[in-house]
C-alpha cells in the first residue's frame, strides 16, 4: 500500500452507509490527509478524490486481522480512525416495543454488528496506532445507550448494544491510555440522521432535527480535530458526545 510520508492518514471502517460516505467526503477536502482507507463489506460509493484506497472486509476476526497486516505499512502514520459500524433494523428486525418482541436470534445479530465488530477493530488496531502521531478513533453511538438518560424503555436490542458499545469504549480508552498514549477514543452520537437507518422513523423527527450525513461528518470531524489538538493536555478517558459537541451521560 502506498502512503506519502508527510500527511498523515483516515481510515473509515464500515464505509459503504451513507453516513461514512459523508466522512469520506469531507476528510478528502481537508488538507491534513494524505489517504483515506476504507473498509467494509461492498465496495463504498465513488468518491471525487484519487487519495481514496479499499479494503474489502467481512468482519470476521480472521478478515479483520488480513485487513490489519495490509494496514501494517501504515503504522504510526494514521489520524484518524472513525468506525461506522451499526445497524437498528433490516427486513426481518424491527426495535422491539415489548418485551414479548425479543427474539434471541435477532438481538444477538444487532449485537454482533453494533457492539462486537467494533470492539474487535479497536482490539486490532492498537499496534497500528502507537505512536508520537496524534490519532483519534470516533465510534457511531448513540444516545438511546445511555443508561442514565433512558427514561421511555423499548428498543431492548438496538439500546443494549450500544450501551455495551459505550462500555467497551471507556475500558478500551483506559487500556489505550496505558499502551498508545497518543490516542483518544470518542462515542459520537449522530443525531437522527437522513440515512436508511433512519427512514422509517423520520415522520416522528422534530422539525430542523433530521440531519444531513454532510452536516453530521462536518460536525463529527470538528470534533474529532479540537480532541486531536488537546491530547498531550487531556486524561485518557473515552468521551461521549453529541452532534452539538455535548456530552451525554454514560
Known amino acids: ?78 489520524n484518524r480512525v472513525i468506525i461506522c459500524n451499526g445497524r437498528l433494523h433490516d427486513e426481518n428486525i424491527k426495535p422491539e416495543k415489548r418485551l414479548e418482541d425479543i427474539s434471541a436470534e435477532n438481538m444477538m445479530a444487532i449485537m454482533q454488528i453494533n457492539t462486537l465488530i467494533p470492539i474487535l477493530w479497536m482490539k486490532a488496531l492498537a499496534p497500528l496506532l502507537k505512536s508520537p502521531q496524534a490519532c483519534v478513533m470516533a465510534v457511531f453511538s448513540a444516545r438511546v445507550g445511555s443508561i442514565t438518560n433512558n427514561h421511555l424503555g423499548g428498543w431492548y436490542s438496538y439500546r443494549m448494544s450500544k450501551a455495551a458499545l459505550n462500555m467497551g469504549i471507556r475500558s478500551a480508552a483506559i487500556e489505550y491510555g496505558r499502551r498508545a498514549k497518543n490516542v483518544r477514543l470518542l462515542a459520537f452520537h449522530p443525531g437522527t440522521t437522513d440515512s436508511a437507518l433512519s427512514r422509517p422513523f423520520q415522520a416522528s423527527v422534530p422539525e430542523g432535527k433530521l440531519f444531513s450525513p454532510a452536516f453530521v461528518a462536518d460536525s463529527l470531524l470538528e470534533l474529532m480535530q479540537q480532541t486531536s489538538n488537546t491530547i498531550e493536555d487531556s486524561p485518557a478517558e473515552a468521551a461521549f458526545i453529541d452532534w452539538e459537541h455535548k456530552t451525554i451521560p454514560w
Open 1 to 78: 500500500m502506498q502512503t506519502s510520508d508527510t500527511l498523515p492518514i483516515t481510515i473509515v471502517i464500515g464505509a459503504s452507509g451513507a453516513l461514512a460516505s459523508a466522512c469520506i467526503h469531507a476528510v478528502s477536502a481537508m488538507d491534513d490527509t494524505s489517504q483515506i482507507v476504507a473498509i467494509s463489506r461492498g465496495r463504498p460509493a465513488a468518491s471525487d478524490t484519487d487519495r481514496l484506497s479499499y479494503l474489502q472486509c467481512d468482519n470476521s476476526e480472521a478478515e479483520i486481522g488480513k485487513c490489519i497486516a495490509e494496514l501494517s505499512p501504515l503504522r504510526g502514520k494514521i
